[in-house]
Nanobody, 123 residues
């Protein structure tokens, strides 16, 4: 099982980035987490296996959108109106499930992790 994250980079405040995470194997509920220097890893967004249910951390609601293309086993995180406080390493995570609509919020719920991609937002 592999999760391959990509799409990070350097962007000015107010800009946009799109992260991608390609998963192999069985269907997964997926999520994005992030970890800033000196801070704990935190939940950003989650999406159910079917894609029909999503949820977000309050800090990113209205700015970030999580989506998925199940035909390609890929999950996306569209990040708009980026702020310097969004600077972090972003990790995609997956948990194998047959539940269509369940989403998971805790990092301990997830079995599989991508390698992380750096997002840096300059002021």
């Amino acid at each position: 099982v592999q999760l391959q994250a990509s799409g990070g980079g350097l962007v000015q405040a107010g800009g946009s980035l799109r992260l991608s995470c390609a998963a192999s194997g069985r269907p997964y509920a997926m999520a994005w987490f992030r970890q800033a220097p000196g801070k704990e890893r935190e939940f950003v967004a989650a999406i159910s296996r079917s894609g029909g249910r999503t949820d977000y951390a309050d800090s990113v609601k209205g700015r970030f959108t999580i989506s998925r293309d199940n035909a390609k086993n890929t999950v996306f995180l569209q990040m708009n109106s980026l702020k310097p406080e969004d600077t972090a390493v972003y990790y995609c995570a997956g948990v194998s499930t047959w539940a269509d609509s369940r989403i998971y919020y805790s990092s301990t719920d997830y079995d599989y992790w991508g390698q992380g991609t750096q997002v840096t937002v300059s002021s």
